[in-house]
C-alpha cells in the first residue's frame, strides 16, 4: 500500500522489465538493471512537485513498486530533494 510522503520507492523481484515506470519517472530515478529494473532513493520524490502520486506505481501492470522501507523520508524531505533535483536541470 502506498503511503504518501513516507519513503522512497523500490521495485520487487516482480518487475517484468516492461519499461513503463522509466518512461514516466520525471526525475529519471529509475533505471534499468538485470533482471528487474532499480530506483535510485537519491533521485525519488514519490513525483512530489509534479504529480499528486507516484507515475511509476500508476503505470505499472504487475504492481511490483512498493515503499521503501530503508529510505524512510518525510513529506518536508521530499519536497527538499525536488528542489535540489530541479536545480540540477
Known amino acids: 500500500m502506498f ?18 515506470c522509466r518512461e514516466e519517472c520525471p526525475n529519471e530515478a529509475i533505471e534499468e538493471e538485470d533482471p528487474i ?17 507516484p507515475a511509476c506505481i500508476a503505470v505499472c501492470p504487475v504492481d511490483c513498486i512498493a515503499p521503501d522501507r530503508d529510505n524512510i523520508e518525510n513529506a518536508e524531505e521530499l519536497k527538499l530533494k525536488f528542489e535540489q533535483l530541479q ?3
Open 3 to 20: 503511503m504518501g510522503g513516507t519513503m522512497s520507492l523500490l521495485i520487487t523481484d516482480e518487475c517484468i522489465a516492461c519499461d513503463a
Open 37 to 53: 529494473y532499480i530506483i535510485d532513493a537519491d533521485r525519488c520524490t514519490e513525483c512530489m512537485g509534479h504529480y499528486d502520486e
Open 87 to 89: 536545480k540540477e536541470n
